[in-house]
């Protein structure tokens, strides 16, 4: 059966369009990149009812409660869409987000699933580096990120064909060009897994609108002068001038403000750490 996608943007010239799910599979590069055209200027609400639409319970929002993904969190929840809420518990976050997803987990109603890096990789990763090996070097702190995010987060997505992100443009330069709608190479390489960015088009000053606006909960850090929020030794308030996410591993010089589930960045861990202390 056809799906039919949504209208366009008022203003636009009415057309409906239809996709045939069985001329390419959800994770065809070809559909993918069609997708990030179609839905090029779609509001965020209606690319998450077509995404839940057509993907069901194997599409999931993975989020880490900072602004944007509450955004979508709530936008999701005005719809009535039983969306699966996914957060990477690395055990290096900050308390104030273990304090947000209990309000998340009251106030919508919705289950939150935690997603833990596996022990054994953990243990190898401090035993190898210590502790806060990520202040080494890049590298280091890359193998943290990969064991405590990257890692868990494809285990997490080997039975999903969608995920939803909370990735803006106006975030930093390598994100600039993030399409709403492409397919995710770096966390499945083999295909078949596509990204959704509803809010990739939207402003820092347009999510704390809506924010206001629907009285949505948000990250008491933000009250602190944080922009962006991950672990808690890897993030700190932000200055004057910087982009949101410069305020994110801020004693590294240069290179992208990334851990890697968004753009790749090294091989597995071992090969970084292994042998960094005797």
């Known amino acids: 059966m056809d799906a039919v996608l949504p209208e366009p943007p008022h203003g636009a010239p009415h057309e409906i369009r239809t996709f045939d799910s069985r001329d390419t599979r959800a994770g065809d590069a070809r559909a993918a990149e069609d997708w990030a055209r179609r839905f090029a200027s779609t509001p965020p609400e209606r690319l998450l009812g077509w995404a839940h639409e057509r993907w069901g319970d194997t599409l999931a929002l993975v989020t880490s409660f900072q602004a944007s993904g509450m955004v979508l ?120 897994l596509i990204k959704l960015s509803p809010l990739a088009d939207w402003t820092e000053d347009q999510v704390w609108s809506y924010i206001r606006d629907h009285s949505v909960p948000y990250h008491a850090l933000y009250d602190r002068g944080y922009r962006s929020i991950g672990c808690a030794p890897c993030t700190r308030a932000a200055r004057p001038a910087e982009e949101p996410r410069a305020s994110r591993w801020w004693w590294e010089d240069g290179g992208h403000k990334e851990c890697g589930l968004h753009l790749s960045l090294v091989s597995p861990p071992q090969r970084v750490v292994a042998g960094a202390r005797p």
């Open 73 to 192: 969190l709530d936008l999701a929840h005005r719809q009535g869409l039983p969306l699966r809420v996914l957060t990477l518990d690395t055990g290096r976050l900050p308390e104030e987000t273990y304090t947000l997803i209990d309000r998340v987990r009251s106030r919508y109603r919705v289950e939150v699933e935690a997603v833990l890096p596996d022990h054994r990789e953990v243990e190898a990763l401090v035993r190898d580096g210590g502790p806060n090996l990520f202040l080494q070097s890049t590298e280091h702190r890359q193998s943290c990120c990969f064991v405590r995010k990257v890692a868990p987060f494809r285990r997490a997505v080997a039975g999903l064909e969608a995920w939803v992100s909370g990735v803006r443009r106006d975030e930093s330069a390598a994100r600039a060009t993030t399409p709403k709608v492409e397919l995710d190479t770096v966390n499945r390489p083999g295909g078949g």
